[in-house]
């Protein structure tokens, strides 16, 4: 299996909207960096649309790949998400690495992704389907509860079809993602947790009689660098604990510097995953200095031999 580690958005101290991502994505490509995340967080002044973002990165690199982590798909139409996929396919063939989530993270986006009370999961369910469908077939025609197309293509197809990645915790999105998924991006959980999620995972496709491919399993991981500041990585663990109130320590979703970042990586390692999206805990002072960092720090764990 390969371990690979990419990177979200970094953001740096006085950055704002947009400002950023250029250098970002020429030194991930120059760095030899797996992969670039951007995320879905409209309130965010941080983050820049995902789509846009990886379409312009696209056409900055040649070698870097491209994720959404994640994009919230209730709320938006599925057919011009798969419309836009399938153009940023064609733009960076075999990079697009699509991951998706029901819910923005952030309580104050949520009124920005509308969906039925009570019905978010179900339209989720539809609307992956039908992406699935337009990025795979010449001409679809879906009449379903939320969604209705007749005779609709998008294009190019990709020349191999895209991975779909969704991501959750709890046993539903587990039990989701193994009926419709091709693989799971997590984000603040523990190695114990994330081992249960794959068993989970495994159950629910066997039942479905579909599979996942062994190392399509990964997660986020929150590092806040040697110097970061304890108040502020004292503030995010309480806001941690307040999302995450079934862990007794929520200490253990942050890791205190780059030596623990790679004692986590190896125990996620133990338990089956092999994909990681590596984030600072706060906007760093030097960009290129967490880069280097990283590059030193993590990428070595890339070869599953030096892992284990």
């Keep these: 299996m390969k371990v690979r ?4 958005l970094i953001p740096t101290d006085g950055q704002h909207r947009g400002t950023g991502l250029a250098e970002l994505v020429d030194d991930l490509e120059e760095l030899g960096i797996d992969s670039v995340w951007l995320s879905d967080q409209v309130s965010s002044p941080d983050h820049a649309d995902p789509l846009i ?9 040649e070698k870097l790949k491209l994720g959404t982590g994640v994009l919230v798909l209730p709320g938006r139409n599925p057919a011009l998400v798969a419309a836009q996929l399938a153009g940023l396919a064609a733009l960076a ?3 697009v690495l699509p991951a998706f989530g029901v819910q923005p993270a952030t309580p104050g986006d949520r009124t920005m992704y509308p969906a039925p009370a009570g019905r978010r999961g179900e339209l989720f369910e539809e609307a992956i ?4 469908a337009l990025l795979t077939e010449p001409v679809v025609t879906h009449h379903g509860e939320f969604f209705h197309l007749q005779e609709a293509s998008v294009g190019p197809l990709p020349a191999k079809p895209l991975d779909l990645w969704l991501g959750g ?7 989701r993602i193994g009926r419709l998924g091709d693989g799971w991006l997590g984000s603040f959980i523990t190695p114990a947790e994330a081992q249960r999620c794959r068993e989970q995972i495994e159950a629910a496709a066997a039942e479905a009689g579909r599979g996942v491919e062994a190392d399509h399993y990964g997660t986020n991981i929150i590092v806040a660098p040697d110097g970061t500041d304890e108040a502020v990585v004292d503030a995010l663990v309480a806001r941690a604990a307040g999302r ?3 862990i007794s320590d929520p200490n253990v979703l942050v890791c205190r510097g780059w030596q ?14 092999t994909k990681f999206v590596v984030r600072p805990i706060a906007p760093v002072s030097s960009r290129r200095e ?6 030193q720090e993590l990428l070595p764990l890339q070869n599953i031999n030096d892992v284990n």
């Design 129 to 132: 389907k039908v992406v699935r």
């Design 290 to 295: 967490f880069l280097e960092q990283f590059t």
């Design 53 to 61: 973002g990886l379409a312009y990165a696209a056409g900055r690199t």
């Design 5 to 8: 580690i990419g990177v979200g």
């Design 169 to 175: 915790r709890l046993p539903v999105s587990m039990d």
């Design 260 to 273: 623990q970042a790679r004692t986590q990586v190896r125990a996620f390692v133990d338990v089956g995953l």
């Design 93 to 95: 063939p075999g990079r």
């Design 244 to 246: 995450r109130k079934d």
